[in-house]
């Protein structure tokens, strides 16, 4: 059904670019960018297209940040970077109706292009539509929702887009441009910091940093377009649709990552202190070490088995060490590998440093993480010098 369906849109598309092509009136343009919500999946915004066709009396919105949950094994897909997601056709009507009912704001402008321009366009997103091409693999930084449409207009009017030059000074980093958005979702902000490898700290161009909805906005409105000479702006100037209507979010610093895991390291270091005989530390550190060791597992899956580059040569794998899980294993079976404990707690004070002078090559939040497990494998390393070590 679904596959007749977009058989049908890409038919009843064929018809209309073949009367645009006749001379028939071709419709306007309009870029829709949507305010962040509080959602995961929409802290960053969205970006849509919307076609009226005064000929025909359509009003219609075309989406590429759909993807369908009934996918099998649609988490397993997610994690692996796998999941394929689909440009979607709906009503205008319905597509701000979504937006009013989630609160967010709404913003539209007309898209100043030529008719051969739109005609090109339609056919693009005629092709786009066909059973064959409708899916494509996400990817956060280079091929989403936003971007498409970037790539779609530069198709669109050929050479024409002018970009402007880049900001002077250093160009923000991917990893910047993610993050400026979670200021009010520390938690999310500090697990994204965790799991986002190297290349988010690329730098990101004029071009490279409207993979972000608004961003591209922002972009796309300093853009103008060569027309034999005359310099004409690609986008008028924005309209609201709809204002935002949701409660503003509020930080709360005393369940910010930063304080609760330095109440958990004191906590920690206060019971290293207390409790220095053999039972009550292995189930301690059995709790401690089996959350360390997941953590480690997600750093070799996300490093070595997903497609999501973005992931890829993240350097928290150095304290993130598959020894941790080698020491959990000690515990288990109460043997002395007192080894794996004193590489982990190395590992675990190189990164420590690291941080103290390259305070942004990751999230500060991490240091008093980094401290705990350094203080439990210093328990465990049977090293002469800590006043902490279990008792015989």
Known sequence: MKKFLYVLSAFVFAISTSLYSAGEGVPDVYLLTC????????????????????????????????????TPAFAWKFARGRLEYML???????????????????????????????????????????????????????????????????????????????????????????????????????????????????????????????????????????????????????????????????????????????LLLILVIITSALFRTKKPNRIFDILIFSIFSVLALMMLFFNFFTDHQQMKMNPNIVWLSPFIILCLISILFNKRWYIWFRIVFVLNVIWFFVLLIFPHSSNGVFLPVLLILAVRSSVRAEFKWNPLSVEE
């Open 88 to 262: 979607g056709v709906t009503t205008y009507e319905r597509f701000i109706q979504e937006y009013f009912m989630e609160g967010r704001w709404v913003q539209s402008q007309k898209i100043n292009l030529e008719p051969p321009e739109i005609i090109k366009m339609l056919q693009l997103i005629e092709e786009n539509l066909k059973p064959e091409n409708i899916k494509y693999r996400y990817d956060f930084f280079y091929d989403d929702c936003s971007t498409r449409i970037r790539d779609l207009l530069e198709k669109s009017t050929g050479n024409a887009m002018v970009y402007p030059p880049d900001l002077e000074g250093d160009p923000p980093t991917f990893r910047f441009m993610v993050n400026k958005y979670l200021q009010k979702a520390p938690w999310l902000e500090a697990g994204i910091d965790l799991l986002m490898g190297t290349p988010g700290n690329k730098k990101a161009s004029v071009r490279d940093r409207m993979f972000l909805p608004v961003d591209m906005q922002q972009g796309l409105s300093d853009i103008v377009i060569n027309r034999g000479g005359k310099m004409i702006p690609l986008l008028t100037n924005p309209d609201t649709v709809l204002k935002s209507s949701g409660k503003s979010e509020k930080s709360k610093f005393f369940t910010s990552p930063i304080v609760i895991f330095s």
């Open 35 to 70: 305010g962040p919500g509080t959602e995961t999946y929409s802290r960053w915004g969205h970006s849509a297209l919307r076609i009226v066709d005064h000929t025909t009396g359509t009003d219609r919105v075309y989406n590429w940040g759909v993807f369908d949950f009934s």
